[in-house]
């Protein structure tokens, strides 16, 4: 059963606190992403990485690390620097069709809330 | 310039009608163009993709891109109320340094009453 595992679907913290999120996939998908959707807002792009080892800023990076170890995982850490980090948080990944094309799939997401 | 712009919304239909979603995008050379839908709450799911010029047919759904006016629009027959979500519009990048990602709009609340 192939697909994007985001873990865990809620998660509460303390202003302060680093808080590291969980993306996995089995898809066998070069490419992950996380974007950061706030309440009337689109989806902003935090981090991604089209290979093991490598990983690129996205627009709204500051705040957030990244790792990328495996093919298969993706973690994002949410550090005390984000101002404001309260926010559904939304992995993806995407497979090269070639001629640049790169459909993405999507995670369940994970609500973040930081008190 | 916003990469992607989405007309607003919100946009309300009846049940049967037909909605219209439009879409422009700023970088004339992007050749992937993509459609999500979210449901409140939810993540978003691909529905529609498309990669030439015209239109492409998936059951209800219609997609339909002019590279040339930089334009692409979804289109649902007979929109049921389960269609009521906020529709996505994405384009791929194609500059060198960020090729992979894609721009999304803010996307098109849509509401089909019964």
């Known amino acids: 059963d192939g697909g994007i595992t985001q873990s865990p679907k809620y998660l509460f913290r303390k202003e302060g606190q680093n808080v590291t999120l969980s993306c996995e996939q089995n898809?066998?998908?070069?490419?992950m992403y996380w974007y950061r959707q706030d309440p009337g807002q689109g989806l902003r792009l935090i981090y991604y990485?089209?290979?093991?080892?490598?990983?690129q800023k996205g627009d709204i990076a500051e705040g957030y690390s990244v790792s990328r170890e495996k093919k298969e995982s993706f973690p994002l850490t949410v550090t005390s620097a984000q101002k404001n980090p309260t926010a559904f948080y939304l992995c993806a990944s995407s497979i090269d069709k070639g001629v640049s094309i790169y459909e993405q799939y999507f995670g369940p997401g994970t609500r973040l809330t930081v008190t | 310039q916003k990469e992607v712009e989405q007309n607003s919304g919100p946009l309300s239909v009846p049940e049967g009608a037909i909605a219209s979603l439009n879409c422009t995008y700023s970088d004339r050379g992007s050749q992937s163009f993509f459609w999500y839908r979210q449901y409140s709450g939810k993540s978003p799911e691909l529905i529609m993709s498309i990669y030439s010029n015209g239109d492409k047919e998936d059951g209800r759904f219609t997609a339909q891109l002019n590279k040339a006016s930089q334009y692409v629009s979804l289109l649902i027959r007979d929109s049921q109320p389960s269609d009521s979500a906020t529709y996505l519009c994405?384009?791929?990048?194609?500059?060198?340094?960020?090729?992979?990602?894609?721009?999304f709009g803010r996307g098109t609340q849509l509401t089909v009453w019964p």
């Open positions: 898809l066998n998908h070069d490419a």
């Open positions: 994405a384009v791929n990048s194609v500059r060198g340094s960020t090729l992979g990602r894609l721009y």
């Open positions: 990485s089209q290979i093991v080892n490598d990983f």
